[in-house]
């Protein structure tokens, strides 16, 4: 399975941004996480491949939107209302197989990462 992300950039602070993660092979469910330099990387939000239930965490609801397009080969990640505190280097992460009892926000969950996409926003 092959992860590329995609779409990040510069923005100004109640800005957007759409993320791209196109995905080679068989996916069981996704992820999105962010990092920032000093700090463990963190989930953003997450869902099943074969079902439209999404996960996000409460930093993020309400503004960041998880989807995949039919062929369910690119997913997505909404991004309204850029804080600053959203800076950080995103990466897509794929599951091929069911991990029954894994949080889906557990990075174990996801075998296969994307190489990361840089989010920055200014005041």
């Known amino acids: 399975v092959q992860v590329v992300e995609s779409g990040g950039g510069s923005v100004q602070a109640g800005g957007c941004l759409t993320l791209?993660?196109?995905?080679?092979?068989?996916?069981?469910?996704i992820g999105w996480f962010r990092q920032t330099p000093g700090k463990e990387r963190e989930a953003v939000a997450a869902?099943?491949?074969?079902?439209?239930?999404?996960y996000y965490v409460d930093s993020v609801k309400g503004r960041f939107t998880i989807s995949q397009d039919g062929s369910k080969n690119t997913l997505y990640l909404r991004m309204n209302s850029l804080k600053p505190e959203d800076t950080a280097l995103y990466y897509c992460?794929?599951?091929?197989?069911?991990?029954?009892?894994?949080?889906?926000?557990?990075?174990?969950?996801?075998?296969?990462w994307g190489q990361g996409t840089q989010v920055t926003v200014s005041s």
């Open positions: 992460a794929v599951a091929s197989e069911p991990r029954i009892g894994m949080s889906m926000f557990a990075e174990q969950r996801y075998k296969y």
């Open positions: 791209s993660c196109v995905v080679s092979g068989v996916t069981h469910s």
């Open positions: 869902m099943f491949t074969n079902g439209t239930t999404t």
